[in-house]
């Protein structure tokens, strides 16, 4: 490996040539071998054969490494305090998940400084971008004040790509449900809306039911924000229908899923997104990746990090247990960690594009210690990531 220039600088040109393997998620590119790519001013500016690759002002060669997008973790829980290592050692000796369990994470972020909260994000986004993520979704949910989900909104502003409003997480103890969903949708919404570009809802048993999420969505909905929902985890229900009927960017879990709703997904632009690390530490079954595939259904992986029910922030074991457990292939999990997230947060297309490699996109790139893609699933567990570019900065 040759580099004229430190890590850290950010100015001029970048080519990395010697990849073994491209994964680019372009139709057109395709997957190549024995490529190069050169990476101006934070974007991809050529794409191509290494020995037909232009000059640059810093060389890196990859010895025949496996590049592909940055990971793209469209679906994470970061503004928090506390720990929850009791709630899952009781799940290890067998009591259920259940969803207040997030009422203990709500008390120690309602308690903790926004200094103390801002380093716990940090180090986690730190965290996520060693392993290869270069994009990545974070919501609020642990306040569920006006103050202190405008806070968790401000916080997560500064410091990761997309923030969803999740107001309509759980409704806090000793509250209301109509009132709670009322101040959801009034003064919470008003004071989180300058930060965020997203809202979500928590359409489960032990949640917000049908009527009570509709009402979140429909009041995020005209306050120009773009839709996601929580459905479908704990069991069958109305959380699948409801995002494809108002247009949701993406429907997260799908753990349970009727005929009906695969169907619903196939013929609509909501993605499903699977977090199959939440599932396996909540004991859940894992969902039906394949019949959601083979039905034509796009389909997104992302991490669900949180402290409760899914505190990992690896998306290469989101895609290994993908492909060992959910019968995707390695390219289907790859493409759904990678372009999947980034239709889930619709930001897969034009300028700026991510998970995605072609001229004009990104540069967030993912060096593997690796020649290809399968090693992902075929060395689970093992620490693969050579070298991450975000942005067109080299982050390791």
């Known amino acids: 490996m040759t580099e004229s220039v430190p890590l850290e600088a950010a100015a001029g040109s970048t080519l990395v040539t010697g990849i073994g393997e491209l994964t680019t998620n372009d139709e057109e590119l395709g997957q190549l071998s024995g490529a190069a790519l050169v990476l101006v001013d934070g974007l991809v500016a050529w794409v191509g054969p290494a020995e037909r690759a232009p000059a640059a002002d810093t060389a890196v060669d990859v010895a025949g490494r496996a590049v592909l ?10 503004v928090f305090a506390g720990d929850r290592t009791a709630e899952f050692g009781a799940r290890m000796a067998g009591e259920p998940y259940r969803a207040g369990g997030i009422a203990v994470t709500v008390e120690a972020t309602r308690a903790a400084t926004d200094e103390q909260l801002t380093a716990t994000l940090r180090r986690h986004v730190a965290e996520a971008a060693a392993q290869g993520t270069t994009c990545l979704e974070t919501k609020t949910g642990y306040g569920l004040t ?12 500064a410091e990761v790509d997309e923030v969803t409003f999740l107001g309509a997480h759980l409704v806090p103890p000793g509250a209301d449900a109509h009132e709670y969903v009322e101040l959801v949708c009034g003064p919470m919404l008003e004071a989180v809306a300058p930060y965020v570009r997203w809202a979500d809802v928590f359409c489960e048993t032990g949640a917000f039911d049908a009527d009570q999420s509709r009402a979140v969505l429909t009041a995020a909905a005209k306050h120009g924000l773009g839709l996601r929902v929580h459905g479908n985890q704990l069991g069958t229900g109305p959380g699948v229908a409801l995002a ?18 695969v169907a619903a997904l196939t013929g609509s632009d909501t993605v499903a997104t699977l977090l199959p690390a939440c599932d396996l530490s909540t004991r ?16 997104a992986l992302a ?24 019968r995707m292939s390695v390219a289907e999990a790859v493409r759904a960690a990678t372009w999947g997230g980034a239709r889930a947060l619709r930001r897969e297309s034009g ?10 996109a990104r540069a967030d790139v993912h060096v593997l210690d690796a020649p290809s893609v399968t090693h992902l699933a075929y060395r689970p567990g093992v620490p693969l990531t050579w070298a991450v570019w975000r942005a067109g900065r080299r982050l390791r």
Do not use: I, K
């Open 284 to 299: 859940q079954s894992l969902p039906e990746a394949r019949a959601l595939l083979d039905a034509g259904a796009t389909v």
């Open 244 to 261: 494809v009927e108002l247009g949701a960017a993406s429907v997260d879990h799908c753990t349970y899923l009727t005929g009906a709703d």
């Open 351 to 360: 300028e700026g594009a991510v998970g995605v490699l072609r001229p004009g």
């Open 303 to 326: 991490s669900n990090c949180n402290p409760g029910s899914s505190y990992t922030s690896s998306m290469a074991f989101c895609v290994a247990t993908a492909v060992l457990q959910m």
């Open 69 to 78: 997008p940055g990971w793209v973790d469209s679906h994470t829980h970061l």
């Open 146 to 157: 006006v103050a202190d989900e405008a806070r968790a909104a401000r916080l997560a502003a």
